[in-house]
């Protein structure tokens, strides 16, 4: 397999980043997909409306009982920049859980999602005639390959948080590095469907990633981008996946 791409750095970045707003437009003029989209949709509204009912909860009866209180005026601006840290601090718990959680349960029909998306876009017949004991087992399949990535995403997160122990610095590096490992994970996330139908290992995934820097970090920092934007979040994993196996195809084509 050909990893070799032209080097074109910010037409690259540009046509990564904007993959997934010009998949929303695919998806309209392929009305057909959008019944794999409906599924996905659901679960995400219904994981992140969770989320949000979970983290407002904690957030009302754990953090704010722990933030320091007095009657000095110094306690007041004490409280409340402890009070917006805290806040920040909620939505990243529950943009995490949702993107973790809504990825891990609706894995499956994203799986779906982008097979028949690579369809349409190749051309490529199906001949197997669809069998629901098939789809279970696809599905458990898909199911324990993103249990696995997830599992090691988690670890180097807490293992980044030693990072914040190390004075000064410590921080720094952390926030550099755990935004680099979330840009990481959300490309091998949606490119993963792709790659796992293609049984690529792990070493041609990454040589596959790294030899397309520019446009794999234009597609990562879109998806971040379009996850930090109220409401949006319900659709943006349809999206990416849609976009991931559209990058896909136009690199096949690419390469012809």
């Not at 980043?17 to 995400?44: E, T, Y």
């Not at 040589?207 to 319900?234: C, D, E, H, N, W």
Request: with cysteine; aromatic share 18%; hydrophobic share 55%.
């Amino acid at each position: 397999m050909n990893f070799s791409q032209t080097v074109k750095p910010v037409s690259n970045f540009s046509r990564g980043f904007f993959s997934l707003f010009s998949s929303a437009r695919f998806l309209m003029q392929h009305p057909g997909l959008l019944r794999f989209v409906l599924i996905p949709f659901l679960i995400n509204l219904f994981v992140f409306s969770g989320s949000i009912y979970l983290g407002l909860d904690f957030f009302n009866d754990s953090v704010v009982h722990l933030i320091p209180q007095g009657e000095a005026w110094y306690w007041a601006v004490i409280y409340y920049f402890l009070w917006i840290l805290a806040v920040a601090v909620t939505a990243v718990m529950v943009f995490f859980s949702f993107t973790v959680v809504g990825n891990l349960i609706s894995s499956p029909f994203n799986d779906l999602l982008s097979e028949k998306t690579e369809r349409l876009l190749t051309g490529a017949g199906d001949d197997t005639p669809f069998s629901l004991k098939g789809f279970w087992q696809d599905a458990l399949r898909t199911l324990f390959v993103e249990v696995k990535k997830i599992s090691v995403f988690v670890f180097l997160m807490l293992f980044l948080l030693l990072l914040n122990l190390i004075p000064g610095v410590g921080s720094i590096a952390y926030s550099v590095l755990a935004v680099m490992l979330t840009l990481f994970f959300l490309v091998v996330e949606y490119m993963g469907f792709v790659f796992s139908r293609k049984r690529m290992n792990f070493g041609e995934q990454r040589r596959y990633i790294f030899s397309r820097k520019t446009t794999m970090l234009g597609f990562g920092m879109g998806v971040l981008a379009l996850l930090a934007i109220p409401f949006l979040q319900f659709v943006c994993i349809p999206l990416a996946v849609v976009s991931a196996t559209r990058l896909w195809c136009d690199e096949l084509e690419g390469d012809e």
